[in-house]
């Protein structure tokens, strides 16, 4: 009893430990999210930033983007790098999450020696890249014209049309050991009499993996994919370190778009626009998520 | 015999994958001359590290300095504020602990690279510009602190209650059974996450390009993309910047390696 009446007398004592944080958030991060919800209904620029009493444009900024020239570039840009990224990080993170889960030794030091990639600064990691990438003296040209995979140097950052891709390329990288470890978890957790079970009645490799693996990491996959489309979302440093966009705007994704309006050029009400409709596509893809794992942890 | 082969293959994915790293570093002992050279050299056959040049000039030490502060504050904000409110969000049964909880869940995906601009406006209408490390900080904090209270909570949450309940019995107050019992046994956890947030604030780069604009308070991440746009054929040196600035992060890793993999775990899939 006792016990109990102290729990019920400290609600003061928790509220002095949960306010502070939750305080901080919504001064720091949920203030500034509706405050960019407002101003991508106002006229913001340089000479407007200090006042808080700005011309109301409505939906005219809207408009104004879905307008400019490079739109279109930058959504089909955004969608292709969202798309390969995931497909590419979550086929390659799954493999190596089946191919660590063999029986050999140090194979639970290796699998972790991978996440040196994800403790990386993303800024650094794009720099290493650039110079991988390199036409003339980049060390990925010489190895695929040794293997004799292309005849002259690729471009790989400034060609128009391969620019995105060594943004993708990079964040493939990024993304693969968190894809793996994540996998792993969800493998680790299918219990080894299922498949002795299966392999009992004669389902060979191929069918264990369809029948078994796929179905019960389901949930898994559904909460990394969510997970990776948040993060691909996020991917503004690479972008920066590999091609800032370019060249002229071919390799440019929202999120840095965004950043540019706002940074580069102070048509700040724009960037507020494309920043608030991608906000709303990451917080869609929250909800999915969080209902995700709920459902698996009632389960 | 097979577990060996498989030995031999993990280990040369795993050269694959942390070629990147291994060709900073070897760039880093190039000097400049051999690295516009054709065939490139796998090996560098002269092993020559120029710090002392690429500190004069690149400024690593002033650059790094700035992301230390950063990191630091960053640190110390989320970890004063987010350790209580995990505890709390791990033991208590009020209704409020799972809106709280999606509430956080949700504000913690936000890309910088969209928040930074009403951070931006809003900062400068209060004057927070004026110190532009703080601000970076404050910001850096609202991303690193749902992350932190989110991994935390699981680390309260494998502490038994039992423990607190016999410290509360023995006439403990809260206050002390939070201190006392709570902090001492999830101490490890709350160092592994920390660390964490530490790695993560310490490569921050989107808040610190955006807020600060005086060169001598830039951290080393906005360093290297302006020597990078600049300069980018000194390939060497750039390659030693990146080498001096990211081996602690490597070295830290390497040492909590297991905490790390079981710290994310727990905190993206519970």
Redesign the interface.
Known sequence: MRFLKAWRDSDAFNLVLVVPAVGYLLAFSAFPLIYNVVMSFQQVDMFDVGTLIRPLRGFGNYVDVFARSEAGTVLWNTVLFVVMSIVFQLSIGFALALFFQLDFPGAKWLRGLFLAGWVMPALVVGAIWRWIFAGDFGVLNYALRSLHLIGGPVFWTSDPSIALWSIIIANVWLGIPFNMILLSVGLAGIPDDVYEAAALDGAGMIERFRSITLPLMAPTLGAVISLGVIFTLQQFDLVAALTQGGPAGASNIAQYWSWQMSFETYEISDGAVVATLMMTVVAAVALIYVRAIRHEQRA | MK??L??V???L??AL??F??Y??YA?ALRPGGD??????E?WPSHPHFEITRVFLTYAVGRYVWNSLVVASGTTL?TMV??T??A???AR?R?PMVSV?L?????????????????????F??LGLLEWPRLAVV??T???T??FY?ILCRATFAQVPGELE?AA??DGNS??GA?FHIMLPLARNGILVVSTLVF?QS?????YS??LIASTDLQTA?VG??TF??AN?QD?AG??TY?SI??TP??V???LL??H??SG??AG???
Do not use: C, D
């Not at chain 2, 913690?108 to 931006?120: D, H, R």
């Open positions: 577990r060996y498989f030995l293959v993990a280990l994915l795993a994958y942390l990147p790293l060709w900073m760039t690295l516009f050279r054709y065939p490139p796998i904000i504020l987010g209580g409110a505890y709390v969000l208590s009020h709280t999606f509430v956080i869940l949700v504000l913690q995906v936000l890309p910088p690279s969209l928040m930074v601009t009403p951070i931006f406006v809003a400068n209408q404050l910001a904090s609202a991303k602190l749902p209270i309940q509360l019995v809260r206050v939070f790695l310490f490569g921050e780069y989107v390009r955006s991440t290297l993309s990078l746009g980018a390939w750039l390659m990146a600035y990211v992060i490597l830290i890793f390497i390696q297991r790390i993999v994310l775990t993206a899939l519970k």
